[in-house]
């Protein structure tokens, strides 16, 4: 399986933390993305603002992570991503720090994301935690 890493998913976890991943992948091309929790939750937290405001839709991922349903349930059940193209759009309206600090997104991870989607967007994807 290729893995492609977001770059808080290449480095190991601080101390005391848990090696915990959000996957997205797609079993037709082999391929998967590994993003930190943290990473996650700052993108999901931006997908939130951005549905608040009327900017996006309220997309499956998001639906799933604030309503502990789906991959995000209790029993972290992986979910089929059905909405592909609404969450491409609603991710391209974040904007992803310069920086690399912890608990963000950089813009440069924000597009290995976007890209990953974009390439894989016909193919069946799969979301789940490990």
Excluded: H
Excluded at 2 to 8: A, D, F, L, S, V
Excluded at 20 to 47: A, G, H, M, Q
Aim: hydrophobic letters at 35%; aromatic letters at 10%.
């Amino acid at each position: 399986m290729i893995e492609i890493k977001t770059y808080w998913s290449k480095e190991s976890p601080p101390f005391g933390a848990f090696d915990d991943y959000v996957i997205i992948e797609s079993s037709d091309k082999n391929e998967r993305i590994l993003i930190r929790p943290e990473e996650f939750n700052f993108l999901t937290s931006e997908l939130f603002k951005n549905w608040k405001k009327g900017k996006s839709k309220y997309i499956q991922i998001l639906k799933e992570w604030n309503e502990c349903s789906g991959f995000n349930d209790i029993n972290e059940t992986s979910s089929e991503i059905l909405d592909v193209m609404d969450t491409i759009d609603a991710l391209r309206m974040i904007n992803g720090v310069a920086k690399v600090e912890y608990n963000t997104v950089t813009k440069n991870d924000l597009k290995l994301i976007i890209d990953f989607l974009i390439s894989n967007q016909n193919k069946k994807l799969r979301i789940r935690k490990e």
